[in-house]
């Protein structure tokens, strides 16, 4: 018996994207403070902004820019904007590989550099949800504390009770933050939340 041939338009097998892992640290800090990320490579430079976000602990209060060599990349929000829409261009649209570094900036004012290094590129594992941070050190700094350079000014005044300000800046930062520690439960908890 010959079988008519289908109308129906064949399905196509669906892509899965690559998943990238990425060591993220931020300049100017000693001892450094840092994460390692797996993300898919379908995220945008957009969501790799709020990966990152909240893995530091920030707050998503400022202006950030992506940079690949001479290329910029920027929310498209952003007033006077001269860079490329971070919100249109996936991971694995920028030809990255292994060793590939780009750099992420945070807040204009208090000039967060960050450092992002392509450690490997994976396949999607079954049951594991993205992105997901492997490994990290230290606390992220407090939103608006400076920048870094302030930031180890705050440090200092944190671990001195007799400084003038040690009472003010604690009460400012709260009495939760400690910054030698990196609590990667709960950092996997909120990119959790805020991405599945």
């Not at 998943?19 to 797996?38: D, G, N, T």
């Not at 920027?74 to 996936?90: R, V």
């Not at 204009?108 to 550099?113: E, L, N, S, T």
């Not at 007799?162 to 709260?174: D, S, Y």
Request: hydrophobic share 35%.
């Amino acid at each position: 018996m010959i079988r008519a041939k289908s109308s129906r338009p064949k399905r196509r097998a669906l892509r899965i994207p690559p998943v990238f892992e990425l060591k993220i640290s931020l300049r100017h800090i000693k001892p450094p403070i840092w994460r390692q990320l797996l993300i898919y490579g379908s995220t945008t430079l957009h969501g790799l902004h709020g990966a990152i976000q909240e893995s530091f602990g920030w707050q998503n209060y400022h202006l950030y820019e992506f940079r690949l060599g001479s290329r910029r990349f920027e929310a498209p929000e952003q007033e006077e904007a001269t860079g490329e829409d971070a919100t249109e261009i996936l991971l694995m649209d920028l030809d990255l590989s292994p060793g590939t570094k780009l750099s992420y900036l945070y807040d204009f004012g208090d000039d967060w550099h960050h450092d992002i290094e392509v450690t490997a590129v994976r396949q999607h594992e079954d049951g594991m949800e993205y992105p997901y941070c492997v490994d990290g050190a230290r606390a992220g700094p407090p939103e608006d504390c400076g920048g870094p350079y302030a930031y180890q000014d705050f440090l200092d005044i944190l671990a001195d009770p007799i400084h003038p300000e040690h009472h003010a800046r604690r009460e400012w930062v709260g009495r939760h933050f400690q910054p030698e520690i990196f609590d990667i439960r709960a950092t996997n908890r909120v990119l959790q939340l805020a991405f599945n």
